[in-house]
Structures are given as structure tokens and as C-alpha cells.
């Protein structure tokens, strides 16, 4: 059984940074971030695959880097230059393909909090 925890939210200011990580237990593939505020629908963040490969959201371009360390079974997201548009619940999320994580990942963690203040 697949099961991803987050944690690593959290109340900043305006322009400070975060560090998001999910652990990934039972699982060695690809491995998304997604958001969802407040009367908003999940949006895509992140996603970082087997090999490495990564891909971003324009919204956090530039802002946001996403890692992974195979042999703790952890990926971070580094968010730097926060702002309160990303405020938000921040959930990692997992599926068999690469396409699936950016869209439809089958498993969820809970989600952790980020919250920031201008």
C-alpha cells in the first residue's frame, strides 16, 4: 500500500520560503504536488519523475524546485518568493505514469497547509 505524508507547511510573509516534503513510503516513481485554496478547484504544481524528469506549473516557475532523495523515500518542494496567491492546501500525490501524476494520481496524502500573509 502506497502512502504519502506530507508536512512542512506553514504561516510566512510575503517573499520568504517553504520547504514542502512527502515522504513516499512503498513507492520509487513519479511523484506530483498539487494545491487547492479556498472556493478553488486542485490546481497542478509540480511533478518529478523516476529519472529525474520535472515539469512545473507556469504559476510557480522560477519560484518553486522539486527534488527527491530515493534512498530516504522523500520528495521536497522548495517554494522561494512566496506570495499570497499561493496560499493554499499543498497535497503530494502519486500514479503508475509519469502523464497520470500530472493529472490523475490514484494516491493522495493528506495534505499540509501554507498560508501566507501580506
Known amino acids: 500500500q502506497v502512502q504519502l505524508v506530507e508536512s512542512g507547511g506553514g504561516l510566512v510573509q510575503t517573499g520568504g520560503s517553504l520547504r514542502l516534503s512527502c515522504a513516499a513510503t512503498r513507492w520509487n516513481g513519479c511523484v506530483g504536488w498539487f494545491r487547492q485554496a479556498p472556493g478553488k478547484e486542485r490546481e497542478f504544481v509540480s511533478v518529478?519523475?523516476?529519472?529525474?524528469?520535472?515539469a512545473y506549473a507556469d504559476s510557480v516557475k522560477g519560484r518553486f524546485s522539486i527534488s527527491r532523495v530515493f534512498a530516504k523515500n522523500m520528495v521536497y518542494l522548495q517554494m522561494n518568493n512566496l506570495n499570497p496567491e499561493d496560499t493554499a492546501v499543498y497535497y503530494c500525490?502519486?500514479?503508475?505514469?509519469?502523464?497520470?501524476?500530472?493529472?490523475?494520481?490514484?494516491?493522495w496524502g493528506q495534505g499540509t497547509q501554507v498560508t501566507v500573509s501580506s
Open positions: 500525490a502519486a500514479a503508475a505514469t509519469y502523464n497520470a501524476c500530472t493529472a490523475e494520481p490514484k494516491y
Open positions: 518529478i519523475g523516476y529519472s529525474g524528469r520535472t
